[in-house]
Every structure is written in C-alpha cells, then in structure tokens.
C-alpha cells in the first residue's frame, strides 16, 4: 500500500454516520473517495458536496450520494489534500485547478482535514508553484500586477490553450521562490481586481493526516 492510499483511507475514518463531507479533489483524496464509496455499501449514510467536476464523476462511480449548498445546513467535515504542508499547517493547493471550490468548501466546513503524503511536508511554502485563478476579461492587466508582487508566472496550458476551470476562468501558476509570509501574500493577491482566489489556505487546516519519518499514519492538530 503506498503513501497516499494510506493517508486517504485514514482520513476516511473520521466521516460518520449522518454528516456531511466536503469530498476534495486529487490522487490522495482519491482514495478517501474509494474508501467512502465502500463504507456507504456497508450502511454509512452520508451527504457529500464535491469541489470539482472531477471529484463529482468519482463519487458517483463509488456511489457516494452528493448534495448541493441549497438542499443542506453546514458541511460537517471536508476533506482534501495539498500540494504543500508547512510546519503551522498552512497549505498551497490547486495544482488541480479546483482551488476556488475547495476554498470554498474547507472554509463553510466544520473541520477541515488534510491529506499528504510525506513529500508534500516543507519547512516554508514556495516550491510548488502557487495557482492564481483569474477572470479571462483582462487577465493580461491582472498579470501584470501580480508579477509586481515579486513572482515570475505562466497561464496554465492544455493541449495549447489556456486552462479553463470548472468555473470558467484562467489560471496562472505564479513562481515565489519564497512565501514568508503566506497570509500577507494570500491577501495581497485578493486585492488584485480580475483575481478570483489563491492557493495559499493560511489558518484553516484543523487536522493533517500524513506519515512520521519511519512511515506510520499520524495526526497532526493546530
């Protein structure tokens, strides 16, 4: 069993009878997904919102019954990975390009729990290119102020052409060699008209489910 299947399946522990589970988006949560998909066929009765389209079609394959925001109250848990993990649990994600849904998603839920295997723990944030999601209308202007902020940056490309999300909006993977300050950053970028959201998540991990250094499952709290 590899990292990741063991990190996911974990997760899926914590997800009882009667909640609602914001169901992320990614190969670790992919397998939080199939390990859900089993315990309904066993009798657990859960409501899960998906943070993509990608996520949607997983769901149903494992025959998770998916809600949408207008037919529940509150998201009891979520559940979704990162592309990185620093020491204070703050996280980069979208490599993806779900980030704006599962910002969305982790911050209406009650607990927010993260899935990482080992490779995505790092001591600061800024290896992993950080996605910016943007309106088309203009995103040249948009870019040019985010390169102010101190980044070197590409649109996000498929077969060509710009990425396109779920929501119908660009991408630019944005390259901070170094986040010192991830929620100064985070807010920064916001404040940029044509910027729909970043991948900087500062402050809202409850709990990190990854491995220690001799490959056992941990938890991890703020």
């Known amino acids: 069993m590899n990292e990741k299947q063991l990190v996911g399946e974990k997760a ?42 990608q996520t949607e079609k997983l769901a149903k394959e494992f025959g998770i019954p998916l809600a949408n925001f207008g037919e529940i109250e509150q998201i009891d848990v979520a559940i979704d990975g990162a592309d990185e993990v620093d020491p204070n649990l ?77 929501n119908g909006n660009y991408i630019f993977d944005c390259n901070f060699p170094d986040i010192p300050y991830p929620e100064t950053l985070e807010r920064k970028l916001n404040s940029i008209p044509g910027v729909v959201e970043n991948g900087l998540f500062v402050g809202m991990t409850d709990m990190l489910v990854t491995l220690d250094e001799n490959k056992n499952v941990m938890t991890k709290s703020c």
């Not at 949560?29 to 859960?46: A, N």
């Open 12 to 53: 899926a522990e914590f997800v009882k009878d009667g909640m609602v589970v914001g169901l992320g988006t990614g190969s670790t949560v992919y397998y939080t997904l199939k390990k859900l998909g089993r315990l309904v066929k066993e009798g657990l009765s859960i409501q899960g919102i998906p943070t993509s389209v």
């Open 90 to 166: 703050n996280l980069t994600k979208g490599g993806g390009g779900a980030l704006l849904r599962e910002k969305i998603i982790a911050n209406a839920a009650k607990q927010f729990i993260v899935v990482a295997d080992s490779s995505k723990l790092v001591e600061k944030l800024g290896t992993f290119l950080l996605p910016v999601e943007v309106v088309p209308f203009g995103f040249s202007m948009t870019e040019r102020y985010i390169r102010e902020l101190g980044c070197s940056l590409e649109i996000r490309l498929k077969e060509g052409k710009p990425f396109v999300t779920d």
